[in-house]
């Protein structure tokens, strides 16, 4: 996902989950695997944005084969520069449980 109109959508129309670390979008659709990544200014300058953007890319493609279709977005959170990687991963965990989006096979 590129495109701002796209990222607004999912803001208005897809549920939520908020942990201390990250923030999670998700609309479910059919057929259609879509992931955005967003950090903000308040993260810091383009260095440690681009630091946290890599987190959640690298943290989403270690649970991408078990998700439900559809559009996800990833929000960073200030925390993210300053928690452990275990707590991290815990936090990444907890927002896809919360929606619900993990599949059981």
Same mark, same amino acid.
């Given at each position: 996902? =590129?495109? !701002?109109?796209?990222? @607004?959508?999912?803001?208005?129309?897809? #549920?939520?989950? !908020?942990?201390?670390?990250? %923030?999670?979008?998700?609309?479910?659709? @059919?057929? &259609? !695997? =879509? %992931?955005?990544?967003? +950090? &903000? =200014?308040?993260?810091?300058? +383009? %260095?440690?944005?681009?630091? +946290?953007?890599?987190?959640?890319? +690298?943290?989403?493609?270690?649970?991408?084969?078990?998700? =439900?279709d559809g559009t996800y977005i990833f929000v960073a959170k200030i925390a993210i520069n300053d928690i452990s990687h275990e707590v991290f991963?815990?936090?990444? #965990?907890?927002?896809?449980?919360?929606? !619900?989006?993990?599949?059981?096979?």
């Amino acid at each position: 996902m =590129k495109q !701002h109109r796209e990222f @607004q959508y999912i803001y208005r129309k897809g #549920k939520d989950s !908020h942990s201390d670390s990250v %923030v999670l979008f998700f609309l479910p659709t @059919q057929n &259609t !695997h =879509k %992931v955005g990544f967003t +950090a &903000t =200014k308040k993260i810091g300058n +383009a %260095v440690k944005r681009n630091r +946290a953007k890599r987190k959640l890319r +690298a943290q989403f493609r270690e649970y991408s084969p078990n998700l =439900k279709d559809g559009t996800y977005i990833f929000v960073a959170k200030i925390a993210i520069n300053d928690i452990s990687h275990e707590v991290f991963q815990n936090d990444f #965990k907890k927002v896809l449980n919360r929606l !619900h989006v993990i599949e059981q096979k």
